[in-house]
């Protein structure tokens, strides 16, 4: 598969080393487990979020929610049941393993299970450092342009 170059982007924009990557995986030809289990991703509200995975038969300890380096990772282990003997089995009933990228800021605020339905609440909430703001302009006039009608005063 044919890589995008992004170098355009990068002339004009600062901060966005992480949107490559991110391009390059979704592009790829990732196709284990493509589909299963399905899922849901809301948006809330503005900065509310929230990822609902069907996972009709796991129980709460044959699943595992994990966040590292910007990325969600939900691994659901089921276990094999060898008292059950299955004329026909049509549920899926399979490992799996759904990795979703999260965006900064982004945070995982909490998980419920019920009936049959994982959903992962998640926040986007920027610091206040991040926020736009108003930068007020000096109106006294130039600061090297002062500097240097004080020096020919003199």
């Known amino acids: ?3 995008i170059d992004l170098t355009p982007l990068y002339r004009n924009s600062i901060g ?3 949107m490559a990557a991110l391009l390059d995986h979704a592009l790829s030809n990732d196709a284990t487990g493509a589909g299963y289990p399905p899922y849901n991703i809301e ?3 503005d900065n509310h979020y929230a990822i609902t995975l069907a996972v009709a038969g796991f129980t709460q300890q044959e699943l595992d929610i994990q966040v590292e380096k910007g990325v969600l990772t ?3 282990n089921k276990r094999e049941d060898e008292d059950r003997k ?3 089995q049509g ?3 399979r490992t799996f393993e759904r990795k979703f990228n999260l965006a900064e800021y982004v945070e995982i605020t909490g998980a419920d299970l019920s009936d049959g339905l994982l959903t992962i609440s998640l926040v986007k909430e920027i610091p206040d450092a991040m926020k736009p703001k108003t930068i007020t302009i000096n109106q006294k006039g130039n600061v090297l342009e002062h500097k240097a009608s004080k020096k020919d005063d003199e």
């Open 43 to 45: 948006a809330l509200d």
């Open 91 to 93: 549920i899926a009933n």
């Open 74 to 76: 939900v691994c659901g």
């Open 16 to 18: 966005f080393d992480r």
């Open 86 to 88: 299955y004329l026909y």
């Open 1 to 3: 598969m044919k890589s």
